[in-house]
């Protein structure tokens, strides 16, 4: 399990406290989850950074305010830059409203510093 | 304004028929709406590419059937593939649930054709 | 029972057929539901017009397609224009996004004769 | 540009300090978004009062407690009162449910004072 | 009216402010939403319980951070253990995405205390 | 992987086109979808069936017409009744509002015969 969350951590930064407890309190859920995100984020045909700007419009498209914030924390270790996901958030306004755009705005100014 | 749909075409493929009638009721929110069309979609740090697979994945994730059957219609003329499409989705799995992917996928089995 | 139905038919105009069959099977939650839909209908500071056209742009930005219809058919009944739902689905595109706005139109189109 | 938002704030009132870096940051996508703005809130059909309880009720139809803050925060200077945003939220309830009642009423009471 | 506060506060445990102070400004919207929720909520052919576990799974489902606090604050009182919401929170993350899982069991964590 | 479709039949019912596709497009992906299913859907403090009634009143809150009409096909074969269904969508009609409910009795009318 440890080994899993190291590799994890490897792969898209800060393992949130979330999943740390699960590894105690649910193994099976834990572990399932982990092979879902694995399967997930790995590189494939898109890179591990295209599907983390996929998930950040996403989450703002929601209105999801902790997954927005979980998201962004990931993305400056995937290389991602502000400008980036800037224009993630455009889409996000075009197909989901300009508060996603706004409000994603607003948590990247606040995650990401500037000239990053 | 015909020559601002000939553009747009070129870009995204085939407009909807519903922007072509906005030229004549509405030309104003029809010049306003292409010129955000076109500075979403134009590439920037991202590619039009990247970013029409954060458009198809947002839309499945709001269980939008119909953006994100209009999302995908433009897709093929991006060089996107189905392989890249399924792995949009997969993120949309994650932050938004299976039925946004399933439902993705069944809608993309519809618009693409296999070995695209 | 059949009172309260025509009592509402003279206020918002065709009675969807799933109001007439609860009616029957289950008449306490049809009593309620009667009650809450007159208690927020009435004409009180806003009239049931603008309270028809803030129901039509809540049910665009949640993607709701039935409720978008099943809203849309009762407007005309109320003196609602083709014109005043078209400006109500802008605030749906600000805050929700183009397709909610998209959506909505095609529907109004669809429901909505010329020229209304 | 300046003169842009001396406008706007004519119009809906504060505006907020997103808008006012966007000019710095991104003075194209600035531009964009004060005319989209400008189209979609100038009196029309519907009046920019009737508008803004149209943006009241979709915030919190969509749980947007950003937006709905955001779009409370406006309204007393298009001379909306208390009862009509009441009435605006009742709506939500019926389309959205009850927490988009309680959470917007909750702002409410904390956005306007009494007697408003 | 302080009667039908007394007896939700035997089925639901705490009653909301919010519903304290409707008794007063709006009595009619008041007995009417109490007499929904009793029929709502009142045990038929599914027990309170079950009904409380699906309540905080949509509210997890929909993003509405205040639902969920509020649905979760009643759950002790019926006699839900920690460990039936977080199968009920598995079904959310099926169906609505991890998300969803992960900040109902944030709160659930808040909420609850160990051992419930 | 034929013996995990058998015993998924036996647990959910018919088993979609979809997971039968992904056996061959993706059999990893397949597997982890098989084994997350298996984990959240078991027996464990909460039955099965009441894990279908969650499903169900998440799936109308969201407006998932496709995941609605899904996880109703299931439902019959673990022994749910209509009127179960019926009031869990009350509780949908509540966090979720009215056409939650609609929709889904729409719905619940059409997938399950009268006296179920």
Do not use: C
Not at 48 to 61: P, Q
């Amino acid at each position: 399990m440890t080994r899993d969350l190291k590799e994890l951590e490897g792969q898209i930064g800060k393992v949130p406290k979330f999943f740390k407890e699960l590894t105690v309190r649910d193994p099976e859920m834990f572990e399932m989850v982990m092979k879902l995100e694995g399967h997930i984020w790995d590189d494939g045909v898109l890179t591990r950074k295209t599907k983390k700007l996929i998930a950040i419009a996403i989450a703002a498209s929601l209105r999801d305010t902790h997954a927005t914030h979980a998201q962004l924390i990931g993305a400056a270790n995937l290389g991602i830059t502000k400008k980036e996901v800037e224009e993630a958030l455009r889409v996000a306004f075009l197909l989901a409203g300009m508060p996603a755009y706004v409000y994603g705005k607003a948590q990247l100014d606040e995650v990401m510093k500037e000239g990053a």
